[in-house]
């Protein structure tokens, strides 16, 4: 059973960061094999791609609206997965969530889309104040 665990979530004001960090629990599987990511959702909107990450760290994927401002990035051998958020603007409100997959094809070049991945956190609350 994998389980996506995220924490760091909050209130802020506009200009402000945060850092959302996600535990990832996969007794069977190898988290060093999988392709880890951000998704968000805001209020009456789909949910959109925020960023991805390949299995070492050496490929990174951003979302036109984040570009620059986030980062994101991984540790192995914690077992964590971590979005730094910087300048944050009220346009990033949302549920922010989690995601994994262990598809081969997946962990050197992760996907852009939600239905790629197999594994989803119940979501943390991100507010921005103007």
């Known amino acids: 059973q994998v389980q996506l665990v995220e924490s760091g979530g909050g209130l802020v004001q506009a200009g402000g960061f945060l850092r959302l960090s996600c535990a990832c629990r996969a007794p069977s599987l190898t988290i060093s094999t999988s392709a880890l990511g951000w998704f968000r959702q805001a209020p009456g909107k789909e949910r959109e791609f925020v960023a991805a990450i390949s299995w070492n760290g050496g490929v990174t994927y951003y979302s036109d609206a984040v570009k620059g401002r986030f980062t994101i990035s991984r540790n192995n051998a914690e077992n964590t997965v971590h979005l730094q958020m910087a300048s944050l603007e009220p346009e990033d409100t949302a549920v922010y969530y989690c995601?994994?997959?262990?598809?081969?094809?997946?962990?050197?070049?992760?996907?852009?889309?939600?239905?790629?991945?197999?594994?989803w956190g119940q979501g943390t609350q991100v507010t921005v104040s103007s």
């Open positions: 995601v994994a997959d262990w598809n081969p094809d997946h962990a050197r070049l992760p996907p852009r889309t939600s239905s790629e991945y197999r594994y």
